[in-house]
Each structure stands twice: as structure tokens, then as C-alpha cells.
């Protein structure tokens, strides 16, 4: 069992920037792809970032391309997820999943989830 705690969520401008952390459980941490998703209210959990085991690759929404990167630190068994340039339309509950499998950008691949961060951009 794999359990994971999203951090850094919060209230912040328009422009402004975030960091959202995922702390995860288990010695095998590293053999686990690892995505970001999150969910506005009224709408469908949608694919945000995904990095592979070793971090080699990385996966992003069109929508947040240049403005989030996506990072992990094995040996810390966390994933971040910098986000820059931070939008109205970037509110939402971020949630960091894990898979077992290569990096995926719908939610049904994930096998492991976090309880969500809100995220919230005013304008």
C-alpha cells in the first residue's frame, strides 16, 4: 500500500507562483510513476503533469506547459510541482497520484492518490 500527503496549496494572485509537495510512503517509492491532477469545481479531474521512476521524463497538459514543472527527489520520496505564472482558471483541488506503470495522463491509471490541496488564483 502506497499512501501519499499533497502540501502547499493556498491562496495566491494572479501571476504569482506555488509549490505543491507529495510525500509518499514506502521503501518502493521509485518504481512508481508519478502524476499530478486536479479538479475545479463542476468539472472532471483532468491531467495536469506525470514523471517517470527515474524522472527521465516529464508530462504536461497543454494548459500548464512553461508555466509548471514537475520534479521528483527519491530519496526524499516526494514529488513537487512548481507552478509559475499562476492563473484564475489554475484554481483547483491538486491531487498527486502514483502508478505502477509508465507515466499516464488519465486518472483511471493511477492506482494511488492523495487527499488533495486546494489551490486557489484570485484575480
Known amino acids: 500500500q502506497v499512501q501519499l500527503v499533497e502540501s502547499g496549496g493556498g491562496l495566491v494572485q494572479t501571476g504569482g507562483s506555488l509549490r505543491l509537495s507529495c510525500a509518499a510512503s514506502?521503501?518502493?517509492?521509485?518504481?512508481?510513476?508519478m502524476g499530478w491532477f486536479r479538479q475545479a469545481p463542476g468539472k472532471e479531474r483532468e491531467f495536469v503533469a506525470a514523471?517517470?521512476?527515474?524522472?527521465?521524463?516529464?508530462y504536461y497538459a497543454d494548459s500548464v506547459k512553461d508555466r509548471f514543472t514537475i520534479s521528483r527527489h527519491n530519496a526524499k520520496n516526494t514529488v513537487s510541482l512548481q507552478m509559475g505564472s499562476l492563473k484564475p482558471e489554475d484554481t483547483a483541488v491538486y491531487y498527486c497520484?502514483?502508478?505502477?506503470?509508465?507515466?499516464?495522463?488519465?486518472?483511471?491509471?493511477?492506482?494511488?492518490w492523495g487527499q488533495g490541496t486546494q489551490v486557489t488564483v484570485s484575480s
Open positions: 514506502g521503501r518502493t517509492f521509485s518504481t512508481y510513476a
Open positions: 497520484a502514483a502508478t505502477l506503470f509508465s507515466p499516464q495522463n488519465i486518472s483511471e491509471a493511477y492506482d494511488y
Open positions: 514523471i517517470s521512476w527515474n524522472g527521465g521524463r516529464t
